[in-house]
DNA sequence: CTAAATACGGAGAGTTCACTTCGCTTACAA
DNA sequence: TTGTAAGCGAAGTGAACTCTCCGTATTTAG
């Protein structure tokens, strides 16, 4: 592979992440003009507008998921639960805006976003399991409906730019329910 | 208003409404294929596509408003509170879809839809109110959070669609953290 | 029953977008 | 340095969609 074509793939990841992260409807032509490539160049590296949605949604839940096995495995599992549980509500709005739009347009998600999704919800349930483990989070929660929490929080969130401070307290409600109840 | 044409409206404000209930990115021509009439009737009565759209998003908004007033309006608001919320999230998977069509499409919701969502909040802070009142859900919690948590738990419920017994439990986790601490 | 106002529908105009073609340019090996 | 394979971008293609025009059909008042 040319040095100039690798060169112009990475930028033209990189513009499709800020692209679609503000509106996954946008066309393909604003990413190449972002990237600063003509559009057959964007074509080339990735054939149909499926495949570049999917590898920007590959690329940030693969960037989550490293993040959520680094906090599983260091210390103080229980704070590191809650911390990556509000950064994902925090930072999550386009990632899940893409998704959207993958299952909506495309029939469904390809292989390779398939499997960076089922990578990171296995290390979330890595992260769990610890911080139930050490009794920050009350045992009787699976991980499948704090998932389903974890989505719909940040969906909530997402939708209209809620007031950080409301946004907050509404995770402050969340984590009311997912302590111990003792 | 002749009477063919009341007739009309109606017909196609309920095929819009099961069109883009399903998917809000259908076009106009479905629409007026499910409704029985010609493209141009039903840009007749809804000038723009936006318009069509709010309208039915109103006449949903309006009716959830409707019910959580009875709701607040009946006895054993605390436990209608729940229902109601329950009932939202089931429910609301096509709304939201609608909302978020209508937010990234034209440049803002419209008047009408503004108002009737403003509407629904109310009645919904009517039903909190009551609820908290009868001991049901935390004092501590206000509207702005609450809502917030009711339409992030819809949209975790409506993504993909998930288990009901997954989306119950996640109902539960939400629960917790509403009712009264002690 | 009749007339005219009202409503209807199909064909088409104009736009946008995903994707392709092709002549030109650039990186890199010998 | 030079030949060539790989890469590039602008212009073009065809499909889909929103919205309009206009001749025809229907309702309804007198």
Known sequence: MRADARDNRARI????DEVFGQSPHASTDAVAKLAGV?????????PTK????????????ERLRNQALTLAAGENAGRAFYTFFSQ?????????AIGDAL????????????????GLREA???????????????GDAG??????LLIGASR????????????NRMLGLVYAGLRPAA
Request: aromatic share 4%; glycine share 8%.
């Open 13 to 16: 990841l990189t513009a499709a």
């Open 38 to 46: 003509g559009i057959a160049t964007v074509f080339r590296h990735f």
């Open 50 to 61: 499926t495949d570049l949605l999917e590898a920007v949604l590959t690329q940030r839940l």
């Open 88 to 96: 994902v509500v925090v930072e999550s709005s386009a990632k899940l």
């Open 103 to 118: 299952t909506s347009a495309g029939i469904a998600a390809g292989e390779d976003a398939r499997k960076a999704a089922a």
């Open 124 to 138: 979330f349930g890595s992260l769990l399991s610890e911080a139930q483990r050490t009794g920050a989070v009350r």
């Open 143 to 148: 991980l499948p409906e704090v998932y389903a």
């Open 156 to 167: 909530g969130a997402t939708t209209r730019n809620v007031d950080p401070e409301v946004r």
